[in-house]
């Protein structure tokens, strides 16, 4: 079985910091894509970063302003998010999603596993 589990969500002041860690169970990561996407309420989910494991290809969306930093760790079998200087604006739930054996992508639907999410609030 494979599983993704999100963790270190919380709820932070504006121009605080968080780092996200999507732990993958179930899958020892090799030449595998790993994404984050977050989505609030009554909107689409959205692109924040992705991470091609192997070779540390590294992907952003432009909308971070360069806040958001990527990182995978295979000892540990995680991908981390670092996310810096956040704003209401960046209040969202945050999702990782994975897909094996293929390059990371901008699109959700690229994807094959998902955690459930970690709630990020960010109060002004």
């Known amino acids: 079985q494979v599983q993704l589990e999100e963790s270190g969500g919380g709820l932070v002041q504006a121009g605080d910091s968080l780092q996200l860690v999507c732990k993958v169970i179930?899958?020892?990561?090799?030449?595998?894509?790993v994404g984050w996407f977050r989505q609030a309420p009554g909107q689409e989910r959205e692109f924040v970063a992705c991470?091609?494991?192997?070779?540390?290809?590294?992907l952003n969306a432009g909308s971070g302003q360069g806040r958001f930093t990527i990182s995978a760790d295979l000892h540990t079998n995680t991908v981390t998010l670092q996310v810096n200087a956040l704003k209401p604006e960046d209040t969202s739930v945050y999702y990782c999603?994975?897909?094996?054996?293929?390059?990371?992508?901008?699109?959700?639907?690229?994807?094959?596993?998902w955690g459930q999410g970690t709630q990020v609030t960010v109060s002004s």
């Open positions: 991470i091609r494991v192997d070779d540390g290809m590294k």
């Open positions: 179930g899958r020892t990561l090799r030449n595998d894509g």
């Open positions: 999603a994975a897909v094996f054996g293929s390059s990371p992508t901008y699109y959700s639907t690229d994807y094959d596993y």
